[in-house]
């Protein structure tokens, strides 16, 4: 089971001095756009062991993402680790509506609005075809639905790992780790 702290905790264990390894596992381009003022980017598609037991130097390891999904799935994916990762409730949003410090910058479409978008396209684009050119496009739809229904029971999208590597999604970020003041 995943460890959680909420980011007021999170905060509270900050301001008191204490050593506080925080990575976002958001792309790229989600994290130029909002992130925790001290966080170190390592999107969930490129995260190690080895560049986990990077961030942390030994101590606990803290993860954030926009919502917890993302969190969650990187907390699991370093489990088999002997580092000691806690997933922060509700995200970088939760951080944020907290009122807590946040570096923001340019805006990005979020990953989860960019499957949307690229299913309902796929979607529409296979049944239009479907009916105006052959029957065999609604293989797209089915396809589609297929994939969105093994999303949703593995709870791993494979168009949102294909949209992380896209170029937009790569973009550097505007602010390195804790390089920037915070903005409210």
């Given at each position: 089971m995943t460890r959680t702290i909420l980011p007021q905790e999170l905060a509270r264990l900050k301001a008191a001095g204490q050593p506080v390894p925080l990575i976002d596992v958001r792309t790229p381009a989600e994290f130029r756009e909002m992130h925790?003022?001290?966080a170190q980017n390592i999107p969930l598609d490129?995260?190690?062991s080895a560049a986990a037991q990077q961030a942390c130097e030994?101590?606990?390891l803290y993860v954030i993402c926009r919502s917890g999904g993302r969190g969650k799935q990187a907390c699991e994916r370093l489990a088999a680790t002997a580092l000691d990762i806690v997933n922060v409730e509700g995200g970088t949003l939760a951080w944020s509506?907290?009122?807590?410090p946040v570096v923001r910058g340019k805006k990005a479409i979020s990953l989860e609005r960019q499957v949307r978008i690229a299913a309902g396209l796929l979607v529409l684009a296979g049944s239009l075809l479907a009916l105006t050119v052959h029957p065999y496009f609604a293989g797209i739809a089915a396809f589609v639905g297929a994939g969105l229904t093994f999303a949703g029971v593995t709870d791993t999208c494979g168009m949102a790992m294909l949209l992380a590597k896209m170029p937009w999604n790569q973009a550097a970020p505007s602010c390195c780790s804790g390089g920037c003041g915070p903005t409210a």
């Open positions: 925790v003022d001290f490129r995260l190690t030994g101590r606990t509506e907290a009122g807590l």
